[in-house]
Structure formats: C-alpha cells, structure tokens
C-alpha cells in the first residue's frame, strides 16, 4: 500500500480555500432562504385566492337566496 502524499497549504492558499467555502456556505444559505421566501410568497396568494373565491361564492349564495323570495 502506497503511502498518502501530505500537501501542505501556504497561508496564500489557506486563505484562498477558506474564502471559497465561505463563498459556498453564503450561497447556500442565499438559496435556503430564497427557497423560503418563495414558499412564504406562494402560500399567502394562494390564502388570497382562496380567500377571494369564498367571498364571491358567498356573495353569490346572498344574491340568488335574496332574489327567490
């Protein structure tokens, strides 16, 4: 079995690394809470809608029961 090559890291380098994988948590955390903001978004036009649909359905119901008697 061969054995592993050790690389060492200059500070130059250690830096860059560190730099890239901050980069690649911001990102995912940009995408988490875009991914958020997004299903917040959907739920409260869809809570519109529905809230929109009853009321015109009620509304309806009022109109054809006032007009029958």
């Known amino acids: ?32 809470d875009s991914r958020f903001a997004a299903g917040l978004w959907v739920g409260f036009v869809k809570g519109f809608a529905l809230g929109i649909f009853v009321s015109l359905v009620l ?7 006032m007009g029958v008697k």
């Open 1 to 32: 079995m061969a054995a592993q090559k050790v690389t060492q890291q200059t500070p130059e380098t250690a830096v860059i690394t560190a730099k890239i994988e901050d980069l690649r948590k911001l990102i995912t955390v940009i995408g988490k």
């Open 59 to 65: 509304a309806g119901l009022k109109i054809v029961l």
